[in-house]
């Protein structure tokens, strides 16, 4: 694994540990969220939303090579609680030649990467757009939640979880709004930087809204600060 690798793993996981621990109580017992850590990776289940945005294990390889017995002891968290549907973070510079077996039978399927990259300093991107760009916070945050679990398939139970993100101070949470309805949302995390952009289905046609949202946020100062980088983990293309 590489630098930004390393890092980016790193970013995840503070952004995953705040997602759990800012969910409220009764949300929290209502999708069966849990974070369990095995090996050197931590897995995010949620039993009762299948979204596997919240049935992820993210650190493999972090800390060591990734083993058969590794990612079977992942896959064992998840059969325990009968989540059927999950993802796994792998690279493949870290993995044994019998996980690398195990992951190709018949019991794993490969699916799309996230893309994460790296931008020093770059100027803000200059797009047109109707929509208004809001920093919320408490009181708007269901918007914010609405608009990024309906955008990742996750059930309507879901939306207070990603909505409690405005409750950790770290967190600047973006609504796009079309008149009073919200139409993107844009989240920054300040710790090297990660940066997550979705958009509900029926809005996804506005091809400038992603450059404006993302212009809002490097326009917002926070990756000028020192000579931090920005980390981008881009979660989803408007």
Known sequence: MDEIDLLSEKIEREALVSLHQCCPSDARKEIGLDLVE???????????????????????GTQRQTTAESVRKVADVYSTKGITNYFMHIYEDSLTEGARKLLSGPDFVQKRGWMKFRSDSPKPIEAKSDLRVELVGKDKSRDFGMIVSRAFGMLDISIPLMA?????????????????????????????????????????????????????????????SLDVNIYLLKLEKL
Do not use: H, M
């Open 164 to 224: 409690g993100l405005a409750n950790d101070d770290r967190w600047k949470l973006f609504v796009t709004y079309e008149g009073d309805n919200p139409a993107g949302a844009g989240s920054f995390l300040y710790l090297k930087t990660w940066v997550g952009l979705s958009g509900v289905p029926r809005y996804r046609s506005f091809a400038g809204e992603e450059a404006r949202l993302l212009s809002c946020l490097q326009g917002s100062g926070f990756q000028r």
């Open 38 to 60: 095995v090996e050197d990776c931590i897995a995010a289940c949620a039993t009762n939303d299948p979204s596997i945005l919240l049935n992820r294990a993210l650190g493999l």
